[in-house]
């Protein structure tokens, strides 16, 4: 059984390199925390703040961020493996470079954020909302985008192969030089009111 931390507060702490397995914080605050380096699995964090927090280059297995919020965090070289988002927003956070491998990041907040460079491959991303997002030299390959929010964002030069294009509209984001596969060129073009034949 994992153990449990509920409706705690963190404030200025030293979690460098710490490793955290089978733990479950609900609720709790996390400020000015020092969490580079530190490595979790099969963690979970439910309805948790993340205030200035630094989680740079710190590695994520086979754990959960549920409906947390992310304001102000680096994330710079962090990496997320096999891991569970869902509904967490991020708000003026350093997110690159990021790497994400799996997992679900349906509902995440992801507007306005600067994602150039970073790899997010075999992600679920259903109804993620990256309006405004910055995604130029990305790799967004394998992944679920199916009713996502993508107005104004932009994937100029992209690697978006594999991936599920059927919420983007063509006139709404920036696609210069992004590789698609066949498959996917045949939704721009529907999406474009081209007939094929």
């Known amino acids: 059984m994992a153990e449990v931390t509920e409706d ?40 948790c703040v993340f205030g200035n927090v630094k989680l740079n280059a710190s590695r994520h297995a086979d754990s959960a961020f549920l409906r947390c919020r992310f304001l102000r965090c680096n994330l710079f070289e962090a990496e997320f493996a096999g891991c569970k988002l869902t509904g967490s927003v991020f708000e003026q956070c350093t997110l690159r470079p990021l790497r994400v491998t799996g997992g679900d990041w349906s509902f995440v907040n ?18 993620a909302d990256l309006t ?32 599920d294009l059927t919420a983007v509209h063509p006139n709404e984001v920036e696609l210069r030089d992004a590789v698609i596969d066949a498959t996917q060129a045949v939704v721009i073009a529907q999406a474009l009111g081209l007939r094929i034949g």
């Open 8 to 47: 705690a507060s963190f404030s200025g702490e030293d979690w460098y390199g710490d490793e955290l397995a089978d733990r479950h914080f609900l609720r709790c605050t996390f400020r000015d925390v020092d969490m580079t380096e530190l490595s979790s699995r099969n963690a979970v964090f439910e309805e």
């Open 110 to 127: 992801l507007s306005d954020a600067d994602l150039r460079g970073v790899t997010f491959s075999g992600v679920r991303m259903r109804e």
């Open 132 to 163: 405004s997002a910055l995604c130029d030299g990305a790799t967004i390959s394998a992944v679920d985008l199916s009713g996502a929010h993508l107005t104004r964002a932009k994937f100029n030069r992209c690697d978006l192969r594999g991936s």
